[in-house]
C-alpha cells in the first residue's frame, strides 16, 4: 500500500495554535493515550489497600485515558524479568483490546466508529464522517494522520507495587507519641493528650512503617501499514458482518506490543504532612502515586516515544501547566514547537528553548498543597527563553536533555 500523504484540516491546525485562556486547564491539544495496569500481589501486607488506591490514582493529565476495563491482576509470581510481564501482555491480548478501545468495538457484533479518533484527533466531525463516507483520498489520509499521530502513541504501563515493611520503624514513632502524650498530661493534670498519644501512636505503627517500591514496565502499541490496512480492510465494519467479525476474533495475536522499557522508583520515604490520620489509605495512595509518578516521569525522560508535548499557556511571562510531578528541576531544558504544514503534512518545527525560572516550578505532586510544599500554590511553571523568536499561546514544548 503506497504511502498516503498526511493531510490535516485548517480547523485542527486552528485548534492547536488557539487556545490562549489562563482558565483553560485542559488545553485541547493531541496527547498519547495511556492504560495502567497493577500487578498486586495478594501474599503481601496491605495488598488489598494498594489495589483499592490504585484504582483511584487517576491518568496524568498529558495523557487520554485509555483505561481497560481490568486494572489490577493478581499474580503470585514476583516479576524478576520482563518475560512474565510479555508474556501476561500477550496471552491476554492487550494489544487487540486497545485497538477495540480505539474504535469502540462490540464485542457481540463486531461493529465499529471513528469517534473517538475524531475527538482526541480535533478532527471536525461532520467533514470527516463526509470524507470517510466518500471513501477519498483525504478520508483516508486523515485516518493514515490519526494512526501515526494518536492510535501509534498508545501507550500500557504495567505497575509492580511491592510492599516494604518498616514495622520497627514505625513502632518506635508510635511509641515516642505515646511518650509525649503521657508527658503532657502529667504536666497539665488531664488525660486528653494521653488519649490522643495512643491514637496517634497506634496510626503512626501502622503507616510510619508504610514505603513501596514500584518497578514499572513501559509498552507502546504497534500501529504500523501493514497493521493498519489490515484491521480497515478485514476486521473494521459499520454494520454487522459476520466474516469480520469472526475475522478479528480468530486473529488477535495479529495485534501487538513493543516493549519500550522500564523505570523504579526510588522508594524514598514520603512525607506525613497533609494526610488525615483518620484515613489510612490515604498515605498509602500518597506514597504509591508519588512513586508512580516518579516512575512516568523517568521514563518520559528517557525514552523518546513517550515524551509529552505541553501546550505554553501564556508567554508574558511564559508558562505551562506542567511541574515537579513531570520531574521538572532548575536544570530542565525544553524545546517550543510549533505545528506548521508542509506538503500536506503537519509537522512540528523547533522554534526555540526554555528553561524554568528558578522558585517558579509549580509542585503539582499528589498532595503537595496539602503538606504545604513550597511551589503548591503557583498553578503552572514560568519558564524563561534561552533562545528563538516570539512564542504564543498553544505553542508546545518538549523537554529536550
Known sequence: MKKIALVLTLAVLSVMQSYAQKDSTAMNYRRSSLYSLLINHDDQKFAREISDVFRMIPTPDKYNNHDLSVKVVSMGQKLKDTQVVDEFVKNNGIASRMVSRWFNRDPLTGVCDVELVKERGLYDASEFDKELAARSQRGMAMLEDAGEDLIGNSFLVVNDIRYIDREKTGKAFGTAFRIL??????????????????????????????????????????????????????????????????????????????????????????????????????????????????????????FEAFKVKTPLTEV??????????????????????????????????????????????????????????????????????????????????????
Open 181 to 302: 502524650g503521657a508527658v503532657a498530661d502529667v504536666a497539665l493534670g488531664t488525660n486528653s493528650f494521653s488519649d490522643l498519644g495512643d491514637s496517634m501512636g497506634d496510626m503512626m505503627e501502622t503507616l510510619k512503617g508504610f514505603k513501596v517500591n514500584v518497578i514499572t514496565h513501559l509498552y507502546q502499541l504497534v500501529w504500523d501499514e501493514e497493521t493498519a490496512m489490515t484491521f480497515y480492510r478485514d476486521y473494521y465494519c459499520t454494520d454487522f458482518d459476520q466474516a469480520k467479525k469472526q475475522a478479528f476474533d480468530s486473529h488477535r495475536s495479529k495485534f501487538s506490543m513493543k516493549y519500550i522499557g522500564m523505570q523504579k522508583s526510588s522508594g524514598k520515604d514520603v512525607s506525613f504532612l497533609g494526610v488525615n490520620l483518620d484515613e489510612p489509605k490515604q498515605m498509602i495512595r500518597k506514597a504509591c502515586q508519588r512513586a508512580i509518578d516518579e516512575n512516568i516521569a523517568s521514563l518520559q525522560q528517557n
Open 316 to 401: 508574558e511571562p511564559i508558562c505551562a501547566q506542567i511541574g515537579m510531578k513531570e520531574g521538572i528541576t532548575e536544570k530542565s531544558r525544553f524545546e517550543v514547537l510549533e505545528a506548521v504544514m508542509k506538503d500536506n503534512k503537519v509537522e512540528y518545527k523547533k522554534v526555540g528553548e526554555i528553561k524554568p525560572v528558578s522558585g517558579m516550578i509549580w509542585d503539582n505532586r499528589y498532595m503537595a498543597k496539602e503538606e504545604g510544599a513550597v511551589g503548591a500554590e503557583l498553578g503552572q511553571t514560568t519558564f524563561k527563553k534561552v533562545s528563538g523568536r516570539d512564542f504564543y499561546p498553544g505553542m508546545l514544548i518538549r523537554e529536550i536533555k
